[in-house]
């Protein structure tokens, strides 16, 4: 069973950083896009970042610029360095896994799904 565990969220005034961190463990086909949604109060969840085998990487509109995903595929780990950050940011992030990761979709939807991780922003 393969399992995501994601940690670094937390509380940070406007213009921090965060990094978020995500731990698969289990067996991880390669061949799978791995990425970041957000899911605000009263929100679906909203993809924000990705990346795919070939380091191809996606950012949302909202982000771009300010937020960077890198992956360390030997040790099945994925971040999401955060910064400039804004009240709008705030949301409970989660880490995803699976063939293609639609932009937007159902909370937990996608084939593997972390627990989440609360990230605060305060102005």
């Known amino acids: 069973e393969v399992q995501l565990v994601e940690s670094g969220g937390g509380s940070v005034q406007a213009g921090g950083s965060l990094r978020l961190s995500c731990t698969a463990s289990?067996?991880?086909?390669?061949?799978?896009?791995v990425g970041w949604y957000r899911q605000a109060p009263g929100n679906e969840c909203e993809l924000v970042s990705s990346?795919?085998?070939?380091?191809?990487?996606y950012y949302a509109d909202s982000v771009n610029g300010r937020f960077t995903i890198s992956q360390d595929n030997a040790k099945n780990m994925v971040y999401l360095q955060m910064n400039s950050l804004k009240p709008e940011d705030t949301a409970v992030y989660f880490c995803?896994?699976?063939?293609?990761?639609?932009?937007?979709?159902?909370?937990?939807?996608?084939?593997?799904w972390g627990q989440g991780t609360q990230v605060t922003v305060s102005s």
């Open positions: 995803a896994r699976d063939r293609g990761l639609p932009l937007v979709v159902a909370c937990g939807e996608p084939n593997y």
């Open positions: 289990g067996l991880i086909y390669d061949d799978l896009d």
């Open positions: 990346i795919n085998r070939d380091a191809t990487t």
